[in-house]
Nanobody, 127 residues
Framework: QLQLGESGGGLVQPEGSLRLSCAASGFTLNYYAIGWFRQAPGKEREGVSCISSGGDRTYYADSVKGRFTISRDTAQNTVYLQMNGLKPEDTAVYYC????????????????????WGKGTLVTVSS
């Protein structure tokens, strides 16, 4: 059974950093596009970042460009989201997702249409 699990969330002060991890069981992440999405209370799920199956293409939402970095560790079968310069508006539940095809975008928006999803990890940015 294909499963994804996020970890690394928590409470952090503004301008702080967190690294989220997305680990897989039952399949190899290297062959999948991996996306990070987030959902704040009362808001729709938002695409944050995505990395292609080959790792040669990455996508970032405008709101996180220059602050967040997505990367793969093939040996660990894990994808990371390094988040620096966190802001209160980054507070949300963060989900990772996998798709055997591509990171699907419409214009500059990453669409939440991936096949497999984790259960999420909460990130709270507050002083």
């Amino acid at each position: 059974q294909l499963q994804l699990g996020e970890s690394g969330g928590g409470l952090v002060q503004p301008e702080g950093s967190l690294r989220l991890s997305c680990a897989a069981s039952g399949f190899t992440l290297n062959y999948y596009a991996i996306g990070w999405f987030r959902q704040a209370p009362g808001k729709e799920r938002e695409g944050v970042s995505c990395i292609s199956s080959g790792g040669d293409r990455t996508y970032y939402a405008d709101s996180v460009k220059g602050r967040f970095t997505i990367s793969r560790d093939t040996a660990q079968n894990t994808v990371y989201l390094q988040m620096n310069g966190l802001k209160p508006e980054d507070t949300a539940v963060y989900y990772c997702a996998a798709d055997p095809r591509v990171c699907t975008t419409r214009g500059t928006t990453l669409l939440p249409v991936m096949d497999y999803w984790g259960k999420g990890t909460l990130v709270t940015v507050s002083s």
